[in-house]
């Protein structure tokens, strides 16, 4: 096990100097969510100090301090990871950059923005808007950081027309855990010159380097769009009729699925029953919601009619033209809250991020939820059809938690294995953190795993950046 220093009161006066005043916690005045994400299976651990950072400086300053004396590092956002990363596996010091939330400058000539890398998801999104411009990549969890985002490569519903955040990142600053400031990337459109350290920060979660700015680039707002909800008999057939509409050459923005149990569990939970239930006296078993944007009104409108064309040939039970501005609002909260709706009735949650071949994803789900069953846990899932990113929940209400555990660790294994046996990946957007690094190991092979322990130990040598994650364990 690494000899990590551990943050004595004396260090821990040396470090606040370094940090402004009510910015840093110590002790027993760490407030309780740091020890944990969104994802409370994987484990409470409580850090020894957190810093709330402003600025790139003290980032370097806290690094550098950390790295001499060997004391762990965990960066951190807003914490809404889903596998533990950003939770201190080896206590030490939590690095938050919430507060580095300001958005420094719009650049209308090369189409981007310079942030800070703490600015929420959600302001950013609204902010480029008033330029005209949107921030394409849009994960369902809106308060979590652009820092966040980039690191996690986060994905979300529009991944299947404008890509993922990693698409989207031109430039960004990093302080190593040497406390080394460098600035990689630049405000181009191309770039082929030399390895990309940039693309090796992008989705490494924290465990090589610590961003604190990022240039992201942005694209002009389309001016109109609509969101339509399309009901199925069956779930199965809601996600055959993807291809046929993704053929259809629409190229929509998104193309979501729902399972009858997620739609109840978020009319149960929104109070409000967006989604059908059963059209015509036909139980509803699944729905896609579809989004397709335009340039014009009547472009959309051609859209929409080729789409209410391909429906009707893939068997869905009715078209659901979602057209007022604030229905829309409802059913894409209703969508980003669907989480949120199965942890308010859930005792005990694992979650599978797992990303899939298209035409593999309906034999998948009908295989999580034959072996969650057998195991005696119910599923819930639901996810991106577009591009075969599921997300999938092991719940269990009446387990007490050490059965959940040995349970949801049976159909884990499975459901991985079977993901691999379907050339699919551990996860398409939530990343490893410490909660999938057996998975990735498994799916990745251990020549693949040891090029990455490798590359980490380049970056970082004394070992002290988020430790235990990825691809390196904390016993090492
Ligand atoms: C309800 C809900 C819905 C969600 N939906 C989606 C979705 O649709 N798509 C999706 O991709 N994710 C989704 N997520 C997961 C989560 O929001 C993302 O993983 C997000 O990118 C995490 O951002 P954060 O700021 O909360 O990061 P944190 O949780 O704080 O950290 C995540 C990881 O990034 C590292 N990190 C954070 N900031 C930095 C930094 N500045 N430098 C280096 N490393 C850093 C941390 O160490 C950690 O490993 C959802 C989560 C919830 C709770």
Redo the contacts with the bound molecule.
Sequence with gaps: MAEYTKLTPALAEELKALVGPGRFYYGDDIPVDYSH??MPIYGKHFPEAVCEVESTEEVAAIMKFCNERRIPV?????????VG??VPLAGGVIIC?ARMNKILEYDMKNLCVHTQ?GVRLCDLAADALTHGLMYPPD???KT??V???V??N????RAVKYGVTRDYVLAMTVVLPTGEIMHLGRSVCKTSSGYSLLHLIIGS??TL????ELTLKLIPAPSCDVSLILPFEALADAIAAVPAIKLANLEAQSIEFMDADIIKSSAEFTGNPIFPTECDGTPVGGCLLVTLVGGSEDELDLKMEKLAEVAEEVGSLDVLVVDSPNLKREVWAAR??F??AIEADTKFIDEMDVVVPVDRIADFLLFVRQTGEANGLYIRNFGHAGDGNLHIYCCSNSMEREEFLVKSKIVMDACYAKCAEFEGQVSG???I?HAKKQYLRESVGETAFGLMAQIKQVFDPNMIL?VG?VCTYVEE
């Design positions: 994400d969104e965990t960066p951190r956002g807003a914490g809404t990871g889903l990363g950003a950059t890398v994960p369902g969890e979590a950081t820092g966040g985002n690191s996690t986060a994905g979300g519903m979660e924290g380097a610590m961003i604190t980003s809250s989480l949120t957007e939530h990343a953190g988020n994650k």
